[in-house]
Structures are given as C-alpha cells and as structure tokens.
C-alpha cells in the first residue's frame, strides 16, 4: 500500500499499445494491472480513467523479430509517454518520456522481462518529470 502522504502526484492511464504479431489482448490487462504498482514505487497513485489526476501516461510496447546470421533475434521496447491532464486534446510533446529496450532472445511474453522493462521504463519517465513549482506562499 502507498502511504497517502508521500503521494506526490496523480497519474491516470491512456491508451496502451503493444505491437507484435499474435493476440495480445490478455498482455494489455497485464500491463494495465501491473503498471499501478510500478507507479506507487516511485509515489505516484494511478487514479481511475474517469478521475481528475496529474498527468497522463500511454504506454508503448513493442517487439520486432529480425534474423542474425541462423538465429531469430528480439528488439524489444517499452515505452511511457506522461503529459500534463489538461483535458482533451493533449498537447503535441509530452512532459516526460521514459524508455527501456533490450536486444536478444527474450521475449514480451516472459512476466520476467516485461515486469522488469515496464519498471525501468516507468521510472524513467518519473525520473524526467520537470519539478513542480514549488507553493505560493501567503503574504
């Protein structure tokens, strides 16, 4: 559970995209279900599509397959876009990116590497989040 008071934003989920050929509804429910607590590790609470919140995040996986000499090999992205929740439309850039990619013979289909780029890319993008302005003060 995330302590209410180190809560330092609000994040509610957009769309999330993951590319690759092959059914891959039941891989997005994954995501969607195990982006909040990547989330809550670094404070922030993912809030219900219909709430208020902070910002935005759309989430980008994807996994190409290209031959090296006999062997099939992976590129493997994942992807968070934030952007400020201003309402609809959002603006054309987001506030923060974060990226992890890896090249090899894993695959998006392993709970391991998808929980661990998931994570890393999540952090990422928290990480590159501009500072809020601090308070007003009162005269």
């Known amino acids: ?4 008071e180190s809560i330092e934003g609000t994040i509610r989920l957009g ?6 050929s092959g059914e891959w509804g039941s891989l997005e429910k994954e995501i969607h279900s195990l982006v ?12 219900p599509p219909e709430s208020p919140a ?3 995040a759309e989430i980008y996986l994807r996994e190409r397959e290209y ?4 062997r099939t090999q992976r590129s493997l992205s994942a992807e968070v876009r934030i952007w400020a929740d201003q ?17 090899g013979r894993q695959s998006l289909a392993s709970a391991r590497t998808l929980s661990t780029m998931l994570r890393k890319a999540v ?3 928290i990480r590159a989040l501009p500072p809020k302005p601090l308070p007003e003060e009162l005269p």
Do not use: K, Q
């Open 1 to 4: 559970m995330i302590d209410r």
């Open 15 to 20: 769309s999330v995209s993951a590319e690759r």
């Open 36 to 47: 909040p607590l990547f989330f809550s590790e670094v404070s922030y609470l993912v809030v």
């Open 54 to 56: 902070d910002y935005v």
């Open 67 to 70: 031959h090296s000499g006999w």
């Open 87 to 103: 309402g609809e439309p959002m603006e054309l850039l987001p506030l923060a990116t974060g990226r992890a990619l890896t090249e």
């Open 123 to 125: 952090y990422n993008a």
